[in-house]
């Protein structure tokens, strides 16, 4: 547990890095916050985090400042920010899923204020933010990395280092294929075996025990049985962002992605559905739909 005091900062208090910050508080950390939703500030301020009037005094606060943004333009808003602000030295780590040239962007803008920045997309759901169990895919300078490493082992159950800049998205695109796949692949199996009559939660208990199992349909499986979206651990508008970077970058490699592609329509449908909002296993509501399955 950190005992130093050390404040950390964190940009952008939603899903994630709402979680992130409570868990960095319960070890001990001080953590400053910002979020330009007064709902998500009341939210931190009420578990310990110390909320600050805007990003620059985030940046202004802590040596080391993270940021957990919806979106591109976002994050470039908050990073014209932090450079706006002349602050000393900052280590500034970015844990969302963004487009390379984004990410870049971000670095060089960065750099030039003299300061550092990492790559350091996460693995795991807002749910298991909540617990601790994300993975931070970390990439970048590694005595930068070597700084943040008692942070990120307090709010996350592993770091990999995986060398250069940018390495960090490309891994993290590598895991949201699969994760994409899965999890539609997960609501099939449970509407098939819905519809042939199965128990949904016997279909959980069994599969999860066989070779049919993976940590996707052990974590939206549940969901889909009981259909419950809200609140989401990964809400589809948020999803289909990611997909798209995904789908842009294999594009860009010459690499087919078929299976993965097959899934897009799935979670165009949701969305378009109402589902944007909610969970992205609400993909599930979707097949059931297709399937003429009531329940």
Not at 137 to 165: H, M, V, W
Not at 227 to 247: E, N, Q, S
Request: proline letters at 4%; a negative charge.
């Amino acid at each position: 547990m950190q005992q130093t005091g050390q404040a950390v900062g964190i940009i952008g208090l939603g899903i994630m890095g709402g979680a992130i910050a409570r868990n960095l508080v319960v070890k001990g950390w001080r953590v400053i916050g910002f979020d330009i939703e007064a709902e998500r500030c009341a939210e931190a301020r009420e578990t310990g985090v110390e909320i600050a009037g805007n990003a620059a005094q985030v940046a202004e606060r802590a040596e080391i400042v993270m940021l957990s943004l919806p979106n591109p333009v976002a994050v470039h808003s908050v990073v014209g920010e932090i450079v706006a602000a002349k602050t000393a030295k900052r280590i500034v780590v970015e844990l969302s899923t963004l487009a390379l040239a984004d990410k870049m962007a971000m670095r060089d803008a960065l750099a030039n204020a003299g300061h550092v920045a990492l790559d350091c997309p996460l693995s795991g759901t807002g749910a298991q933010a909540q617990t601790g169990d994300l993975v931070v895919y970390a990439s970048g300078d590694a005595e930068a990395i070597a700084k943040c490493q008692p942070i990120f082992a307090d709010f996350s159950r592993k770091t990999a280092n995986l060398g250069a800049f940018g390495n960090g998205s490309k891994m993290k695109y590598v895991a949201n294929h699969l994760v994409a796949i899965h999890n539609v692949a997960t609501a099939e199996a449970m509407v098939l075996g819905m519809k042939a009559g199965l128990d949904p939660q016997q279909i959980i208990e069994v599969i999860s025990a066989g070779a049919g199992n993976s940590r996707v349909f052990e974590l939206r499986a549940p969901l889909m049985a009981e259909k419950r979206y809200d609140p989401p651990t990964m809400r589809i508008a948020t999803w289909k962002k990611d997909l798209d970077v995904i789908g842009a970058y294999a594009g860009d490699l010459g690499v087919p992605l078929p299976v993965f592609d097959a899934t897009l329509p799935v979670y165009t449908a949701a969305k378009s559905m109402g589902y944007g909002g909610q969970d992205t296993g609400s993909v599930c509501a979707v097949l059931e739909k297709m399937a003429g399955l009531e329940r």
